[in-house]
């Protein structure tokens, strides 16, 4: 288990960690979600000392981190990387050594990998000579090659097109079930809501919100109820007077209500406007659930 | 994985992508071909050979003719005579260029605007030679040696001091070893100064540094690429050695044990050295653009070097004295003392163990640097700034 505890960094003026703590277990794939410089890059930096924290721990397995243990640690940054010029297979056999794999089996496992992508033609390229899809790949390779216990990937999908966010997910999911714990951070919430169960959410360097996806959307004092009209297409937005629109075009209204609020006149002012092709009554998704906790 | 693997597996990485490198190939074949010719370009034009002397012979030829004249020219001369009928012939031979002297056994030798003075004066030596050996024989002296009878027993000696060509010898050779390592220096501190940038430009760093720290990867790189730069010297020397020898006026500068094993070392140390610094001033810059403002403070400790050693060829002085304990300069200078021989056991000491700390102090100041820089995106750090973020 990877517990991150009490992070705390400040860069002059600016408090980039506050206090920062959260676990991951083995298995767990955890979405790390956050609004742009609320501390995402550096929590994950700190896993690798690449960051050094003012005060706080981050330990793996009850211990604290050193460096044979970060070696079974996989990483894939935000700034992504590698060399240039060097060839794809003698590339992730380097990484695989550097890690600490003996040359055999690093060359194995690049093999192995450069199969599973189906990149095995492309061994003998150099990096620069791949498309940007698949040197994306050849990155994720890189951190995956040593078959790493923790897996911290850094906007894993920013860039990828849909066949690769797909390839992507795929591989995700897979080494979370094989026990990997794997923590990556997101913009993109309806792929991390299909994805993981659990996320936690950081704003201003700490923790706001964090647990499965399902009881925190439950959890949430908001309901958002979603009504279709099929015989009126025009402009909802009037028809439910004290209520909270949240969006409302085409015979589609969608409002936010207290959780407590009582159905009954809703359902009538609805049935009211014609003939009901939906009424859906729902908490919050996982970008509502965002708004809401970041916004505050 | 130990610390020492790691700083092998990145030396092993930096060594292998350049010698694998069409660039680098290229530039060792250009380099290496380059001094090819400057050896054999002049062995060609300007041969140094001994001459050879093609000299007429009229009537019979006079008994160890060549053996007295060859002596007699100092062995700069190898000479081949050519008979000749008449008088006549010879002087037409002569006009013509085929030989370029002639001696007519009546009693006469024949000279013209093509005959070397030294060349005129070893045939008549030679001459008088075997006329003082025919003269004593027929005297009935018996002669053993022919050199003693001319000069009468007379030798050349030397009342220089003994030592003082050697310690000469040695301040030229410590000095040509200088050069090579100046030469060293400067082609191969860019490479690593490069070489350092490449992981800031290709956002690679991040990666690498999640594996080791900043000065393992420093250190495997100044050692790939620095091991590189001397395979290419050797290389080069050795096609150099190969070809020397055509130059037959050439002489490697030799010197004794100790002036050769100071030399080698203090070649080492002042490429590790230099190598390390030129690693620090990569480290304090994300751009390849940068690299060389940065590396400008060392450019000129190098040539401050350089010139101290060049002023003090001829022999010791109180700057050379001070230099020679200073890091920076004491590569380039040591040997040079070593070679004058008044060295001290301490300051030989003293100054190698300034030399080793400083090596390892760099290398952790650079590390500092290196990790301080990368993260957080800044451009060009100050050599002040970067010292005063090292301490903290």
């Known amino acids: ?296 | 994985m130990s610390p020492l693997r790691s700083i092998l597996l990145v030396a092993a990485r930096d060594f292998k992508e350049r010698v694998t490198s069409r660039a680098f190939q290229l530039s060792t074949g250009i380099t290496i071909l380059f001094v090819a010719a400057w050896i054999v370009v002049p062995a060609i034009f300007f041969d140094n050979k001994p001459d050879t002397w093609t000299i007429g012979i009229i009537g019979e030829e006079p008994a160890g003719f060549t053996a007295a004249v060859e002596t007699a020219s100092g062995h700069a001369a190898i000479v081949t005579t050519t008979p000749y009928d008449s008088r006549d012939a010879a002087e037409t031979a002569l006009d013509d260029g085929d030989i370029a002297m002639a001696v007519d056994s009546s009693g006469t030798v024949l000279v013209d605007n093509g005959t070397s003075d030294q060349m005129q004066a070893a045939v008549v030596t030679g001459l008088a030679t075997i006329s003082i050996a025919q003269r004593a024989d027929e005297l009935g002296i018996e002669v053993t040696d022919l050199a003693d009878l001319v000069t009468g027993g007379y030798h050349v000696e030397s009342v220089a001091p003994a030592g003082e060509a050697d310690t000469e010898r040695g301040r030229i050779f410590a000095f040509f070893v200088t050069v090579v390592l100046f030469m060293s220096i400067v082609t191969y501190g860019s490479w690593i100064l490069i070489g350092v940038i490449e992981e800031k430009t290709s956002r690679v760093v991040e990666v690498v540094l999640g594996t080791l720290r900043p000065h393992q990867l420093l250190a495997g790189k100044v050692l790939g690429i620095g091991v590189l730069g001397i395979a290419q010297v050797l290389a080069i020397g050795v096609v150099a050695m190969i070809l020397l020898p055509l130059q037959h006026a050439f002489q490697i500068p030799s010197a004794a044990g100790s002036v050769l094993f100071w030399a080698f070392t203090w070649y080492l140390l002042g490429f590790a050295f230099y190598s390390v610094a030129y690693a620090a001033a990569g480290s304090l810059v994300s751009r390849q653009e940068e690299a060389q403002n940065a590396a400008f403070p060392l450019t000129m400790m190098l040539m401050a070097a350089y010139f101290i050693a060049s002023f003090s060829i001829t022999g010791d002085n109180p700057v050379l004295r001070i230099a020679s304990l200073l890091p920076m300069f004491a590569p380039m200078t040591m040997p040079l003392r070593v070679a004058g021989g008044d060295v001290a056991v301490w300051e030989m000491a003293l100054s190698l163990s300034l030399m080793v700390i400083s090596v390892y102090g760099l290398m952790r100041f650079a590390g500092r640097v290196y990790s301080g820089g990368v993260l957080q995106g800044v451009g060009r750090v100050k050599w002040k700034e970067a010292f005063r973020a090292s301490r903290s």
Not at chain 1, 122 to 132: T, W
Not at chain 1, 225 to 249: D, M
Request: glycine content about 8%; proline content about 5%.
């Open chain 1, 1 to 296: 288990m990877l517990e991150i505890n009490e992070l705390r960094k400040q860069y002059g003026d600016v408090v980039a960690l506050d206090g920062c703590s959260f676990q991951v277990r083995r298995g767990q794939l955890l979405g790390f979600l956050g609004p742009n410089g609320s501390g995402k890059t550096t929590t994950m930096r700190s896993v690798f000392s690449l960051v050094r924290p003012d005060s706080g721990t981050v330990r793996w397995q009850g211990a604290p981190i050193d460096a044979p243990i970060r070696l079974r640690f996989g990483y894939m940054p935000e700034q992504r990387g590698l060399y240039p010029r060097m060839k794809v297979a003698t590339q992730l056999v380097y990484f695989a050594r550097l890690h600490g794999m003996e040359k055999t089996a690093a060359t194995r496992a690049a093999q192995h990998w450069l199969e599973r992508l189906g990149l095995a033609d492309r061994a003998a390229s150099r990096l620069e000579q791949l498309s940007h899809g698949n040197q994306q790949r050849i990155q994720l390779a890189a951190a995956l090659i040593h078959d790493p216990e923790l897996l911290i990937l850094d906007e894993p999908f920013s860039g990828l097109d849909p066949i690769g966010v797909e390839d992507m997910m795929g591989i995700l999911v897979e080494r979370a079930g094989q026990g990997t714990a794997v923590v990556f951070s997101s913009h993109q919430l309806d792929l991390v809501e299909d994805l993981c169960e659990d996320v936690v959410i950081i704003s201003a360097g700490k923790v706001v919100l964090a647990g499965p996806i399902r009881e925190l959307r439950a959890r949430s004092s908001h309901r958002y109820l979603e009504v279709e009209i099929a015989t009126n297409t025009g402009n909802l937005g009037r028809a439910f007077p004290g209520y909270e629109v949240i969006s409302s075009h085409d015979g589609r209204i969608r409002l936010r209500v207290d959780d407590q609020t009582p159905l009954e006149p809703l359902v009538r002012s609805a049935a009211a406007l014609g003939r009901v092709r939906q009424f859906s009554y729902t908490p919050p998704n996982l970008s509502e659930v965002f708004r809401e906790v970041v916004d505050q």
